[in-house]
């Protein structure tokens, strides 16, 4: 059986609140087809690491968030470089998920990188207030992950295309792989009256719990012939 080395930055791999549960369903299914090591990268902030953030933030003025850091990334990498170094036995391929850690590695095993997106789709979507500075040293550890990959796996085309327009990497090297249920039991259906809705989100604020309650809302006032309900799993 092939080896593989399963490499997650933050949070434990087989902890299901992990990323809503992704690193713990994708390493269920690579131990059917591999022998898995993993490497676990949890970075605490050392005394300089603090000084650091606290200048750039109040004195620089930037809004630094420290996992994009080119200083988180290569503590990050060095910890990948120190568990292939120590491994008796080298892996056949690095599967690892976020860029921190593959960023500065140096190492000519494969590696798979995987992630819902990049970096330059998700400023001014999902994350503001970045300035120039702090966005060129954010991509640079983007790019270098990208690179440093030998097949990258997104979840959509809008993160490929992000990849392969404003990273320059080859459109063969990405491949898209649409996120899919994790559910662990069988849901068996059940008479019922109107219609349910289900809507699914830890942070329900930032996942937008009040617009799905107001469009129930507005749809039972449209329609007084049928019933809608929201669940609501948060």
Known sequence: MKKMLFVNVGGSITD???????????????????EIETCEINLSKSFFD????????????QSVDWKFTRRFAKKASR??????????????????????GIAYVTTDIPIVYFSDAVLSCMINYYYFG???????????????????????????EWAKNAAVN???ISADKVKVMHFGSKM?????????????LLFVGADLVRKG???????VTKANEMDGSIHYSLHIVG
């Open 16 to 34: 299901r609140r992990t990323w809503s549960g992704i690193p713990f369903s994708l390493y269920a299914e690579m131990s059917k087809l591999y």
């Open 50 to 61: 603090m000084v650091s953030i606290f200048f750039r933030r109040y004195i620089l003025r």
């Open 79 to 100: 910890i990948l470089n120190d568990k292939i170094n120590s491994m008796s036995e080298k892996p056949d391929v690095i599967f690892a998920i976020g860029s921190a």
């Open 130 to 156: 970045f300035k120039d500075a702090e966005v060129k040293e954010y991509n640079e550890v983007q790019k270098n992950a990208l690179d440093n990959s030998s097949v990258i796996v997104l979840t959509s």
């Open 166 to 168: 404003d990273y320059g």
């Open 184 to 196: 662990h039991s069988e849901v068996t259906p059940r008479a019922h009256d109107g219609i349910n």
């Open 209 to 215: 719990a009040k617009i799905a309650i107001d469009a």
